[in-house]
């Protein structure tokens, strides 16, 4: 997975009280972007009904017998999923700087850095591009692979005269700085504006589910580590804290309202009910959309600092929190809590996992991504680790979607689906396999 960059920006900071100043001279390592004229951005896209191979993983939707899987920031590829026993790879949508989509009623929407994408699906394995809804979507750039730094300064003087940002270049550097002799290496160490953490697999390539829906009729299913989500007429993203309120009811796409900051760096969203239940860093957020125009926080639920992506079933709460660096420091947690009131969440129990990621529930079976796939009888939360169902390993789970009694996980190792249609024997039934 491609890592993401958290920065804090410092500036030369003038700590209180006397000291001596030194200046040094520093040379360092830092990522420069790389544009692409807005024009050819824009025309860049490509649907082939040709297989391509997938070499990477991320998020998926599955609708009408098709599953759609992002390959983080390149595309999307096409399953004929209609026979799960022999999933065929029979195209893909070459989209630069994509990691989420939804679809309802025929379309396929998609994210493309900064921009919404449209696609119609009425043949689901030959989208038609329809159109594109510019400057949608804030602040959003690649992310590199090299574990340097960004120039944030950079970019946030950036006007968009030199077009879109879609790759990075490193450098070497070499700056003057000046702190002072005392204090901690801390306060000694914070120059040139930036300081770095890294992580991994978080929502970004990356992560909500859309409810109640059936993946069959009018709206696909996607996994619990989507950024989208859709509720009555309009799709919900969130990406750098904000919250975008898309609306779908007319012949093309209209950015509802202004951007709704959020904060917490939200990673995923999942529906449920009129709530928008998000998976934060350090903790579940709940929104109403009650009046979908004015989304209005309901609560929030504060747990050790962590990678979490949400479902919900039957008024209950299913979350986990991972470990990875930056992003779960030691936690590897499933924490389950009664939703029945999004005012006044009430936790109701928390297990000790190994490292999990995406989830999903159906009628009170959960199945979690770690360890490979762990699956559970959750009618009673109280006795659910008494309650295992299966364990297979093997591979590294990602997401999964659990629909008509057919499990598809995407994992390190491909695309894992499960019958399991008799909870007393599940079954694998097919692999389609990642190549990288």
């Given at each position: 997975?491609k890592?993401l960059?958290?920065?804090?920006?410092a500036?030369?900071?003038?700590?209180s009280?006397?000291?001596?100043t030194?200046?040094?001279?520093?040379?360092?390592?830092?990522?420069?972007p790389?544009f692409?004229?807005?024009?050819?951005?824009?025309e860049?896209?490509?649907?082939?009904?040709?297989?391509v191979?997938?070499?990477?993983?991320g998020?998926?939707?599955?609708?009408?017998g098709y599953?759609?899987?992002s390959?983080n920031e390149?595309?999307?590829?096409?399953?004929?999923?209609?026979?799960?026993s022999s999933?065929?790879?029979?195209?893909f949508?070459?989209?630069?700087?994509?990691?989420d989509?939804?679809?309802?009623n025929?379309?396929?929407?998609?994210?493309s850095?900064i921009?919404?994408?449209?696609?119609?699906?009425?043949?689901?394995?030959?989208?038609?591009?329809?159109?594109?809804?510019?400057?949608?979507?804030?602040?959003?750039?690649?992310?590199?692979?090299?574990g340097?730094?960004?120039?944030?300064?950079?970019?946030?003087?950036?006007?968009?005269?030199?077009g879109?940002?879609?790759?990075w270049?490193?450098?070497?550097?070499?700056?003057?700085v000046?702190?002072?002799?005392?204090?901690?290496?801390?306060?000694?160490?914070?120059?040139?504006?930036?300081?770095?953490?890294?992580?991994?697999?978080?929502?970004?390539?990356?992560?909500g589910?859309?409810g109640?829906n059936?993946?069959?009729?009018?709206v696909?299913?996607n996994?619990?580590?989507?950024?989208?989500?859709?509720?009555?007429?309009?799709?919900?993203?969130?990406?750098?804290?904000?919250?975008?309120?898309?609306?779908?009811?007319?012949?093309?796409?209209?950015?509802?309202?202004?951007?709704?900051?959020?904060?917490?760096n939200?990673?995923?969203?999942?529906?449920?009910?009129?709530?928008?239940?998000?998976g934060?860093?350090?903790?579940?957020i709940?929104y109403s959309?009650?009046?979908?125009?004015k989304?209005?926080?309901?609560?929030?639920?504060?747990?050790?600092?962590g990678?979490?992506?949400?479902?919900?079933?039957?008024d209950?709460a299913?979350v986990?929190?991972?470990?990875?660096?930056?992003?779960?420091?030691?936690?590897?947690?499933?924490?389950?809590?009664d939703?029945?009131?999004?005012?006044?969440?009430?936790?109701?129990?928390?297990y000790?996992?190994?490292k999990?990621?995406?989830?999903?529930?159906?009628?009170g079976?959960?199945f979690?991504?770690?360890?490979g796939?762990?699956?559970?009888?959750a009618?009673?939360?109280?006795t659910?680790?008494?309650n295992?169902l299966a364990?297979?390993?093997?591979?590294e789970g990602?997401?999964?979607?659990?629909?008509?009694?057919?499990?598809?996980?995407i994992?390190?190792?491909?695309l894992?689906?499960?019958?399991?249609?008799d909870?007393?024997k599940?079954n694998?039934?097919?692999?389609l396999?990642?190549?990288?």
């Open positions: 997975m890592k960059v958290f920065v804090l920006f500036g030369i900071i003038a700590f009280g006397c000291a001596d030194v200046t040094e001279t520093v040379t360092y390592m830092i990522n420069e790389v692409m004229s807005a024009k050819s951005f824009r860049s896209v490509n649907v082939t009904t040709k297989a191979v997938i070499s990477n993983y998020k998926m939707c599955f609708f009408n599953i759609y899987i390959e390149k595309g999307v590829h096409i399953i004929d999923n209609r026979d799960p999933p065929k790879n029979v195209g949508i070459e989209m630069i700087g994509n990691a989509l939804a679809i309802r025929g379309k396929l929407y998609a994210d850095f921009d919404l994408i449209w696609f119609d699906i009425s043949n689901p394995a030959s989208p038609k591009l329809e159109g594109r809804l510019e400057n949608v979507f804030q602040g959003v750039v690649p992310m590199p692979e090299n340097f730094g960004i120039d944030y300064r950079y970019i946030n003087n950036y006007d968009g005269s030199e879109i940002i879609v790759g270049k490193l450098n070497s550097r070499t700056e003057e000046t702190y002072e002799t005392e204090g901690s290496w801390w306060e000694r160490n914070i120059w040139g504006n930036q300081i770095f953490f890294e992580t991994t697999d978080m929502a970004s390539p990356n992560s589910s859309f109640g059936k993946g069959g009729g009018s696909g299913i996994g619990s580590m989507s950024r989208f989500a859709l509720y009555d007429n309009y799709l919900y993203s969130v990406i750098n804290n904000y919250m975008s309120v898309i609306d779908l009811s007319g012949s093309e796409p209209v950015k509802a309202v202004e951007n709704i900051y959020i904060g917490m939200v990673e995923t969203i999942f529906n449920y009910k009129d709530n928008m239940f998000m934060t860093p350090t903790g579940m709940i959309v009650a009046d979908p125009l989304p209005e926080y309901m609560s929030m639920v504060w747990h050790v600092f990678c979490d992506p949400v479902v919900v079933e039957d209950i299913y986990t929190v991972h470990s990875d660096n930056f992003c779960g420091q030691n936690a590897n947690d499933l924490m389950i809590y939703v029945s009131n999004v005012k006044s969440p009430k936790h109701i129990v928390t000790a996992m190994t999990p990621k995406g989830l999903g529930i159906d009628n079976t959960l979690i991504c770690d360890d796939l762990k699956i559970f009888n009618k009673d939360p109280q659910l680790m008494a295992r364990h297979y390993s093997g591979m990602f997401d999964v979607i659990p629909f008509n009694n057919v499990l598809m996980m994992a390190d190792k491909g894992f689906q499960y019958d399991y249609s909870l007393n599940i694998l039934i097919s692999v396999p990642i190549v990288r």
